[in-house]
């Protein structure tokens, strides 16, 4: 078995977080990197990580994510919180940014430019936000590989009030909205009905169909 299939097999949706454990912070850039590095839809990236390390922050949240402690027993918060929606400028912002990295333009990337804007920003604003949202669930995905390849116990929580969160953290007027809470620490050694439970998914054959 890979190493990665073993870390994939080790990792659990942890229900108690040893509160004493801090996880290092190299390994909590190497995790938001891969988050970043992660795919988007045409690239845009329409979401971002708010890194939630402040203890009064993540006490305030705890009442409105049904008291669940892995947000004050892990040593960071992650939000996933997405665009509101998708703007022109938010848009052109990130065509921009492609042609200011790579140092040229690209005549089938600005027509793709402008089909982007022509069928995004018309669009209504839940629809996009839909949209933005599903795209953060990528990067979700992403980050619980990535926590389990550092050895790092991760929960993701959808059980939660996205607006309280968006007040807490201010997200609103950044034009965000919380998507996903993904708290980061070490399983505690007691206390955690999970934690010594076979893992089990379905049967590769009910789970996977092959069309050759």
Sequence with gaps: MSNLLEKLNWRYATKKMD?????????????????????TSSGLQPYEVIVVKNKALREAI??????????????????????????????????????????????????????ILGAYPPRDAEVNYQHAARQAYIGLGTALIAAAEEGVDSTPIEGFDPAKVDEILGLTERGLRSVILLPLGY??????WLKDLKKVRRAKEDFITEMN
């Design 62 to 115: 705890v009442p409105h994510a049904w008291n669940q402690a892995q947000i004050t027993d892990g040593s960071h918060l992650l939000v996933f919180a997405a665009w509101d929606n998708y703007t022109e400028e938010r848009i052109n912002n990130m065509f921009d940014l492609v042609n200011d990295e790579r140092g040229f333009k690209n005549e089938g990337w600005e027509n793709y430019r402008q089909m």
């Design 187 to 192: 399983r505690a050694d007691e206390g955690d």
């Design 19 to 39: 509160s004493s454990k801090a996880v290092e912070q190299e390994k909590v850039d190497r995790i938001l990197e891969a988050i970043r590095l992660t795919a």
